[in-house]
């Protein structure tokens, strides 16, 4: 409905994934000395962070993603974060790549849902922001991007109407709906109950520009206040105390969007084929859509503008493993119920597709369709990995 | 009081829509129908009054260009003085049905070639005013359809262009007789209200202000408008004049719904419901407002609600994600 919903979506949701990854790295990190050739140092770790961010806030990118549009549908958008994961050094196996996804959707739907009022979703971005710069602080190139970025968010956002942020609240809110996948990490701070829906608080701070409830006011003709009663609301709301900043460098207030895992709070995730709901969401992804190729050129154009760097030379693939073992991530492949399977859209990319033309062209000749996927070894070659995906 | 009835079971969950719930009344029959939007489907639904669900139904968005399917925005049953539509509105345009969903009479599409690239077309706001249908779009557009007593012929017959912004919610009562009394209500994203004269031309009446928060709902009910707000707040004005009269700090977050039957039905995104009693002071005849009561639907951001019967003594609920139409009634 709101044509200014993607940079949103795209920025946030690539905000929580880069949260996942750099706890995921940091725990399998194994000091420099240490390390066999085919584990985490907390170089490869930056190394990764960096080249990922860079990717992400490259300026043909983010001038394509910035142009007003409809949102993508799930299964395109799955693919634009497919290709960031693996802009680096990184492997993901389908499983670890599902779960990836499954926890970023999971954590924006819940920031939205808990914004106390639409244009928060603004300083939620700028949550990410920041600690997106906090995780490339030596490099100074990047973090131009990253504030270049800043600005053309704020000087787009800063100024639409409570009317205009309603709009993309609501566009958000139905891009998440059906989606009750249950987050351990969520579970536990009990911001979600055991069905996959999220704990909506009545109580705490009203948003800015609400008013406590429990006051009514009558006015006589001439709009003078003649009498005042009060009425028990039943919630327990406080005052807000302040504004968050769209500065640079302020204080959001809000801390929804900041990062919520750590060493001690690792990331988790339980499958669970909640209810009857998904029926609706299965029946959307069987449906053929013709429109679907029109929707791939957008795509095309998008992904275009990422600047992939190739590796260079004879390096390995490191794989990053988002379960605690390989079994365990090969069990979850497995076990994984069909109707929270993403469908993703078949790439097969060239040696060559730096140019938008040429990815078009190539986008044009394939159709979407789902190939088994074959089993992928370590070491692949990075090209061979994105048509497997 | 007010106690938790059955709910009856939808096929797809209720979208983070306003105003997404519409039920038609038919105490005759003994039956209530329903109506809510799940995305690019709606379901329609009718039940006995102990809420067993008798049939149902499921409508979609016309198909158009565009990349992904259309998105229905809302869904209405606009009784006429001799005949029942019920109003789809989507991305697309605007579908007119037979009251049972069964045959469309009306397609009308959206131009949205004058849409700017920034704003996506979209129809929005359904009301009947005497035999007229309005129906409000992206652009503040408010378009009347002249409705013939039967049949499908349906003409567009007017465009009030008063407002900017999006059209949020039109609410109209039965014309009182009189030559200047209000019956019509249109409300934007921008919190504007103007207020309408139907028939043949639409005369504007009065205009109420917004004051930077949208309003999500608004109801009208002899002379009196109520108003629901983004930022929580209910009003109430003269519908006349324009004036305030009640202002209720009644919710801590947008209100996606209201109900006037004759008492108020607030409901929010803050998860609860409220029911106001209105009255007119007998010394000077202004509003006056008092809280009746108040209820929790725990986890659920409310998207729809209607009372359920003339007196008031039942309403029903629709929540974001909740695949069930949540009923209450009173003790």
Same mark, same amino acid.
């Given at each position: 409905?709101?044509?200014?919903?993607?940079?949103?979506?795209?920025? /946030?949701?690539?905000?929580?994934?880069?949260?996942?990854?750099?706890?995921?790295?940091?725990a399998?990190? *194994?000091?420099?000395?240490?390390?066999?050739?085919?584990?985490?140092?907390?170089?490869?770790?930056?190394?990764?962070?960096?080249?990922? *961010?860079s990717?992400?806030? /490259?300026?043909?990118?983010?001038?394509?993603?910035?142009?007003?549009?409809?949102?993508?549908?799930?299964?395109?958008?799955?693919?634009v974060?497919?290709?960031?994961?693996?802009?680096?050094?990184?492997?993901?196996?389908?499983?670890?790549?599902?779960?990836?996804?499954?926890?970023?959707?999971?954590?924006?739907?819940?920031?939205?849902?808990?914004?106390?009022?639409?244009?928060?979703?603004?300083?939620?971005? =700028?949550?990410?922001?920041?600690?997106?710069?906090?995780?490339?602080?030596?490099?100074?190139?990047?973090?131009?991007?990253?504030?270049?970025?800043?600005?053309?968010?704020?000087?787009?956002?800063?100024?639409?109407?409570?009317?205009?942020?309603?709009?993309?609240?609501?566009?958000?809110?139905?891009?998440?709906?059906?989606?009750?996948?249950?987050?351990?990490?969520?579970?536990?701070?009990?911001?979600?109950?055991?069905?996959?829906?999220?704990?909506?608080?009545?109580?705490?701070?009203?948003p800015?520009?609400?008013?406590?409830?429990?006051? *009514?006011?009558?006015?006589?003709?001439?709009?003078?206040?003649?009498?005042?009663?009060?009425?028990?609301?039943?919630?327990?709301?406080?005052a807000?105390p302040?504004?968050?900043?769209?500065?640079?460098?302020?204080?959001?207030v809000?801390?929804?969007?900041?990062?919520?895992?750590?060493?001690n709070?690792?990331?988790?995730?339980?499958?669970?084929?909640?209810?009857?709901?998904?029926?609706?969401?299965t029946?959307?992804?069987?449906?053929?859509?013709?429109?679907?190729?029109?929707?791939?050129?957008?795509?095309?154009?998008?992904?275009?503008?990422?600047?992939?760097?190739?590796?260079s030379?004879?390096?390995?693939?490191?794989?990053?493993?988002?379960?605690?073992?390989?079994?365990?991530?090969e069990?979850?492949?497995?076990?994984?119920?069909?109707?929270?399977?993403?469908?993703?859209?078949?790439?097969q990319?060239?040696?060559?597709?730096?140019?938008?033309?040429?990815?078009?062209?190539?986008?044009?000749?394939?159709? *979407?369709?789902?190939?088994?996927?074959?089993?992928?070894?370590?070491?692949?070659?990075? =090209?061979?990995?994105?048509?497997?995906? | 009081? &007010?106690?938790?009835?059955?709910?009856?079971?939808?096929?797809?969950?209720?979208?983070?829509?306003?105003?997404?719930?519409?039920?038609?009344?038919?105490?005759?029959?003994?039956? %209530?129908?329903?109506?809510?939007?799940?995305?690019?489907?709606?379901?329609?639904?009718?039940?006995?009054?102990?809420?067993?669900?008798?049939?149902?139904?499921?409508?979609?968005?016309?198909?158009?260009?565009?990349?992904?399917?259309?998105?229905?925005?809302?869904?209405?049953? #606009? !009784?006429?003085?001799?005949?029942?539509?019920? !109003?789809?509105?989507?991305?697309?345009?605007?579908?007119?049905?037979?009251?049972?969903?069964?045959?469309?009479?009306?397609?009308?599409?959206?131009?949205?070639?004058?849409?700017?690239?920034?704003?996506?077309? &979209?129809?929005?706001?359904?009301?009947?005013?005497?035999?007229?249908?309005?129906?409000?779009t992206?652009?503040?557009?408010?378009?009347?359809?002249?409705?013939?007593?039967?049949?499908?012929?349906?003409?567009?017959?007017?465009?009030?262009?008063?407002?900017?912004?999006?059209?949020?919610?039109? +609410?109209?009562?039965?014309?009182?007789?009189?030559?200047c009394v209000?019956?019509?209500?249109?409300?934007?994203?921008?919190?504007?209200l103007?207020?309408?004269?139907?028939g043949p031309?639409?005369?504007?009446? %009065?205009?109420?202000?917004?004051?930077?928060?949208p309003?999500?709902? !608004?109801?009208?009910w002899?002379?009196?408008?109520?108003?629901?707000?983004?930022?929580?707040?209910?009003?109430?004005?003269? +519908?006349?004049?324009?004036?305030?009269?009640?202002?209720?700090?009644?919710?801590?977050?947008?209100?996606?719904?209201?109900?006037? +039957?004759?008492?108020?039905?607030?409901?929010?995104?803050?998860? &609860?419901?409220?029911?106001w009693?209105?009255?007119?002071?007998?010394?000077?005849?202004?509003?006056?407002?008092?809280?009746?009561?108040?209820? #929790?639907?725990?986890?659920?951001?409310? #998207?729809?609600?209607?009372f359920?019967?003339?007196?008031?003594?039942?309403?029903? !609920?629709?929540?974001?994600?909740?695949?069930?139409?949540?009923?209450?009634?009173?003790?």
């Amino acid at each position: 409905m709101s044509m200014r919903t993607l940079p949103l979506l795209f920025l /946030n949701l690539g905000g929580e994934m880069l949260y996942i990854l750099d706890q995921r790295l940091r725990a399998q990190n *194994i000091p420099g000395d240490k390390a066999r050739k085919d584990e985490w140092t907390e170089v490869d770790r930056k190394r990764v962070m960096n080249d990922i *961010i860079s990717t992400m806030f /490259n300026q043909k990118f983010m001038d394509e993603l910035f142009k007003p549009q409809e949102l993508y549908s799930k299964k395109a958008l799955r693919t634009v974060y497919d290709r960031l994961a693996h802009a680096s050094i990184m492997r993901l196996n389908q499983a670890s790549m599902d779960k990836l996804y499954d926890l970023m959707t999971m954590a924006f739907k819940y920031q939205v849902l808990l914004c106390p009022r639409p244009k928060d979703v603004l300083l939620v971005t =700028l949550n990410h922001l920041d600690a997106i710069k906090g995780l490339i602080q030596d490099s100074p190139t990047i973090l131009h991007q990253v504030d270049k970025t800043f600005r053309q968010l704020t000087d787009i956002y800063g100024g639409l109407s409570a009317g205009e942020f309603q709009l993309i609240r609501q566009t958000l809110l139905i891009f998440f709906q059906d989606l009750h996948i249950r987050v351990s990490i969520f579970l536990k701070d009990k911001v979600q109950n055991s069905s996959g829906r999220f704990v909506l608080p009545v109580s705490g701070p009203v948003p800015w520009g609400t008013e406590v409830p429990g006051l *009514i006011r009558t006015f006589n003709n001439k709009g003078k206040e003649v009498k005042r009663t009060e009425f028990k609301h039943g919630g327990s709301y406080v005052a807000a105390p302040k504004e968050g900043s769209l500065e640079l460098y302020g204080d959001r207030v809000l801390k929804l969007g900041t990062n919520m895992y750590s060493v001690n709070r690792p990331v988790e995730t339980h499958m669970s084929a909640a209810s009857k709901n998904l029926a609706s969401q299965t029946q959307e992804s069987i449906v053929p859509n013709p429109l679907a190729k029109e929707e791939l050129n957008l795509l095309a154009r998008l992904i275009g503008g990422m600047e992939i760097q190739k590796p260079s030379g004879p390096e390995p693939g490191f794989r990053l493993n988002l379960f605690t073992t390989d079994e365990e991530e090969e069990q979850a492949a497995l076990t994984r119920p069909e109707e929270l399977s993403y469908k993703v859209i078949n790439i097969q990319a060239t040696q060559d597709q730096q140019t938008n033309q040429e990815l078009v062209r190539i986008m044009g000749e394939f159709e *979407i369709t789902d190939q088994s996927r074959q089993s992928s070894s370590k070491g692949d070659d990075w =090209l061979a990995m994105m048509d497997e995906l | 009081m &007010f106690r938790r009835e059955r709910s009856i079971p939808l096929r797809g969950s209720a979208a983070a829509l306003c105003n997404n719930l519409s039920v038609l009344q038919l105490p005759a029959r003994n039956l %209530t129908h329903f109506g809510v939007v799940h995305g690019p489907s709606a379901q329609l639904l009718s039940a006995a009054p102990e809420g067993v669900p008798l049939a149902q139904r499921q409508l979609h968005a016309k198909e158009g260009a565009g990349v992904s399917p259309p998105l229905i925005t809302q869904i209405h049953w #606009c !009784v006429l003085p001799f005949r029942v539509l019920l !109003v789809l509105t989507s991305h697309r345009g605007i579908q007119m049905y037979e009251s049972d969903g069964s045959v469309m009479v009306y397609w009308h599409a959206l131009d949205a070639g004058d849409a700017s690239l920034v704003q996506a077309a &979209f129809a929005r706001g359904i009301a009947a005013s005497g035999h007229y249908v309005c129906v409000g779009t992206w652009s503040g557009q408010v378009l009347v359809f002249d409705i013939p007593t039967k049949g499908p012929n349906i003409v567009l017959s007017e465009e009030l262009a008063r407002h900017q912004t999006p059209i949020s919610d039109i +609410a109209t009562e039965p014309a009182q007789g009189q030559d200047c009394v209000a019956d019509t209500v249109t409300a934007d994203d921008s919190g504007l209200l103007c207020v309408w004269r139907s028939g043949p031309k639409f005369k504007l009446l %009065t205009q109420i202000p917004g004051f930077g928060v949208p309003c999500s709902s !608004v109801q009208l009910w002899q002379g009196t408008i109520a108003a629901g707000y983004g930022n929580g707040q209910v009003r109430l004005y003269e +519908a006349s004049t324009g004036t305030v009269h009640v202002q209720i700090d009644a919710h801590a977050r947008a209100i996606c719904a209201l109900d006037l +039957a004759p008492e108020l039905l607030s409901a929010a995104e803050d998860t &609860f419901v409220h029911i106001w009693k209105l009255s007119r002071s007998p010394e000077d005849g202004y509003i006056e407002v008092e809280h009746c009561h108040g209820e #929790c639907v725990p986890d659920t951001q409310l #998207c729809g609600a209607r009372f359920c019967d003339p007196s008031g003594s039942s309403f029903a !609920v629709t929540g974001y994600d909740v695949a069930e139409i949540l009923r209450f009634s009173s003790i």
